[in-house]
């Protein structure tokens, strides 16, 4: 039978109890080593601000129809984009929202990836709360994102110094996903592995979220816990730890029937930031598997291989 990802506290990571603080780190290691997925426990997003967004969708989801727009050269706005793997497509619709940056930002004039202004829909009710909440739990998804991550660099002896400078600018973005009501056990969301640093994940209690055990081979479901956040490691992990820490598969099946709105935040870090293996996790007489490169040099290529087009196209749909 297949394992589920371990259920952890992450009350220790606020307070002084150095001992209590290894066993924090120790527990992250192996949930990354054996899984790349964890759920978290106290972990700092308070339980009105997690009802708050998951509103939100329910909110926007009456008025979809006229929020069919392009998502903008930030990577936001209305998007029904399928896996370029998944050949019968993906049954979900979403709403991407990034840092929300004005025209004349340093790095929106730059044309960075993926950075510039947000595109807030008019058509929701209420739609100033609408964008509060949105903005309000933006700003505290990346606070705790940046508390697992120094965890996580800690773990693998990256140094305050390395975490900094890839949390200096931040490439933040987080989609409102809407699982439409379709035939119960229905893919969803097709097999795949996130892009970037580290995935914040808020779902509601429908469930149909599984991941691959690694060593059984099996698809397990990550069962919704009301007072959880589900914690995943992306591809630039696995680049920093020479695949070590695992990015691992995933997906959503339909087993209900009924809609399914979840809050995905994915964390992705200073674009001009030089991705490539930490000197501890190169063993003596081994070498680095990948490549170094940029943050946004890697989130382009996997755009452009995971939705289809080449990397140039990728870049132009996402410049201002």
């Known amino acids: 039978m297949g394992r589920a ?5 992450f009350t220790p990571f ?25 759920q978290l426990r106290n972990h700092g997003i308070p339980e009105d601000l997690q009802r708050g967004i998951l509103r939100s969708q329910m909110k926007s989801k009456t008025n ?51 950075q510039g202004p947000n595109k807030y829909p008019s058509e929701v009710k209420e739609p100033s709360t609408w964008k509060k909440t949105v903005d ?28 900094m400078s890839f949390a200096s600018i931040q490439l933040p973005c987080f989609v409102c996903f809407i699982i ?33 055990d690694r060593k059984t081979e099996e698809w397990v479901d990550v069962e919704p816990i009301s007072d959880a956040v589900v914690i995943n490691t992306g591809n630039l992990m696995m680049c920093w730890t020479n695949d070590r820490y695992v990015s691992n598969l995933h997906r959503v099946i339909n087993k209900t029937g009924a809609e399914r709105y979840s809050v995905p935040f994915f964390f992705d870090g200073n674009p001009d930031f030089l991705v490539k293996c930490l000197a501890s996790c190169i063993e003596e007489g081994s070498v680095a598997k990948h490549a170094p490169l940029t943050v946004s040099e890697w989130m382009e290529g996997r755009y452009a291989d995971t939705f289809g087009g080449s990397k140039k196209a990728t870049k132009e749909m996402v410049e201002v």
């Open 136 to 163: 309000d739990y933006h700003s505290v998804a990346s606070r705790v994102a940046k508390n697992v991550l120094s965890v996580l660099f800690d773990t693998l002896g990256g140094g305050m110094s390395f975490w």
């Open 5 to 9: 990802p371990p259920v952890i506290d």
């Open 14 to 38: 606020y307070g002084e109890d150095k001992a209590a603080r290894s066993q924090l780190e120790e527990e992250i290691r192996n949930a990354c080593l054996d899984f790349g997925f964890f």
């Open 180 to 212: 439409p009501h379709r035939t119960p056990m229905l893919r969803r969301i097709g097999a795949h592995t996130d892009f970037g640093a580290v995935t914040i994940l808020l779902q509601d209690s429908t469930g149909g979220l599984q991941v691959r």
């Open 64 to 114: 979809t129809t006229k929020m069919l727009v392009n998502l903008t050269a930030a990577m936001n706005g209305y998007d029904l984009r399928t896996l370029k793997s998944s050949p019968k497509g993906d049954l979900k619709e979403g709403y991407f929202l990034a840092q929300d940056l004005p025209l004349d930002d340093p790095y929106v004039k730059a044309r960075k990836w993926a």
